[in-house]
């Protein structure tokens, strides 16, 4: 299966804190370090682990940021034929703290995200010629999301909507997906509809439903994931795991679902997807949690 993903890269910028701060409070962080992350390059990095063969479209920093990025893509053999570098625009870089509980906050700048343009699309319209599905988010320009949808379904390819960083006139997109992927925060944008417990979920679901979404895939942290769209409804439940560290777990849960999806089972797709996330959880960081197929498939079969 050959995967592309239409993206973002950012250098993660990660400190460790007892707690998430409050607002004007000012917390003592018992660590820092700095990696490869951003939603695009972490889902690539992913499904390339997880056995796809990937391509990376987007874009980053003439600088050492953007060095670094490019370098863990290669690393993880991502074909990165389609990733520009910008010298109008540094890399792009996400801030992160870490709980002692592995919940996290997140402050994105997008430097040079911003530069991954419809043009860039249209540019690199081999890449959707030659891919099964591609994954894009909202990291990049709401418009190059929206090109990028109408190129996958020109070339017919699955086109997976993860909805990280969705504004609300992210609506006008949803119906061009294939499958559309929010968190509950990511829902509530999008609906207006708070997604605290299960039964939230059919609600909201079916609202995104309304906006045009065909497949809808919702990411619900420790409860799991629920599905409706085509093929009726399902929930999966979440697998528990020493949590270290929540970042791209989200991510590896997109990856993993893309992978799996056309497979033709459904149910066993959202158990895979997460696997995927809860496999994240059990490491430090975003692109070096991401795991590999035999720690999915090994969590998976726990709910075989």
Known sequence: MRVLVVGSANADLVTRVPRCPRPGETLLGSGFFTEAGGKGANQAVSAARLGADTAFLGCVG?????TMLEASLREAHVDVTGLQRSEDHPSGTAVIVVAEDGENAIVVTP?????VTPALIEAHESLFAQADAVITQFEIPLE??????????KHNCMA???CGAAPPEAREVLAHATIVSPNETETATLTGLNVAQLEDAQTAAAALRDLGAKEVVLKLGAQGAFYLGQQGSHYAPAFEVD??????AGDAF????TVQWPKG???DALTWANAAGAAACTRQGAQPAMPTVSEVEKLASLQG
Not at 62 to 66: I, K, P, R, S, Y
Not at 144 to 153: D, E, F, N, S
Not at 243 to 248: E, L, R, S, Y
């Open 62 to 66: 003439n600088d050492a940021l953007g």
């Open 111 to 115: 430097g040079a995200n911003g530069a």
């Open 144 to 153: 190059t999301v929206a090109a990028a949808l109408r190129m996958a379904r």
């Open 160 to 162: 997976v909507l993860d």
């Open 243 to 248: 949590v270290v560290d929540t970042t791209a």
């Open 254 to 257: 997109t990856a993993a679902l």
């Open 265 to 267: 089972n459904f149910e």
